[in-house]
Nanobody
Framework: QVQLVESGGGLVQAGGSLRLSCACSGTIFSINAMGWYRQAPGKQRELVATVTNGGSTNYADSVKGRFTISRDNAKNTVYLQMNSLKPEDTAVYYC???????????????WGQGTQVTVSS
């Protein structure tokens, strides 16, 4: 089975930094895209940043200039470097990947279990 596992969340003060990691494992034929979403209490899950296998990136306006998404294809891992964190960044961050498993003929949308990011004032 394909698995996505996030790590790197925690508690930081406003203005601090965190780096999230998401590793994709299993029988993988290809990974078309990877990204990060977040969900704060009482709010809908929203897109934070994505990166395609061609290297194209996309960011939510609220994180542009502060967050950087990157991808290590050799490790099947995506990262989210978060700088200048604000209290409004507090949320559960979820890794997402569009993956074609080695045993299937089409790609599926996979989600990690989430990692908590809390930013104090």
């Amino acid at each position: 089975q394909v698995q996505l596992v996030e790590s790197g969340g925690g508690l930081v003060q406003a203005g601090g930094s965190l780096r999230l990691s998401c590793a994709c494992s299993g029988t993988i034929f290809s990974i078309n895209a990877m990204g990060w979403y977040r969900q704060a209490p009482g709010k809908q899950r929203e897109l934070v940043a994505t990166v395609t296998n061609g290297g194209s990136t996309n960011y939510a306006d609220s994180v542009k200039g502060r967050f950087t998404i990157s991808r290590d294809n050799a490790k099947n891992t995506v990262y989210l470097q978060m700088n200048s964190l604000k209290p409004e960044d507090t949320a559960v961050y979820y890794c997402n990947a569009v993956v074609r498993p080695g045993t299937r003929d089409w790609a599926y949308n996979y989600w990690g279990q989430g990692t908590q990011v809390t930013v104090s004032s």
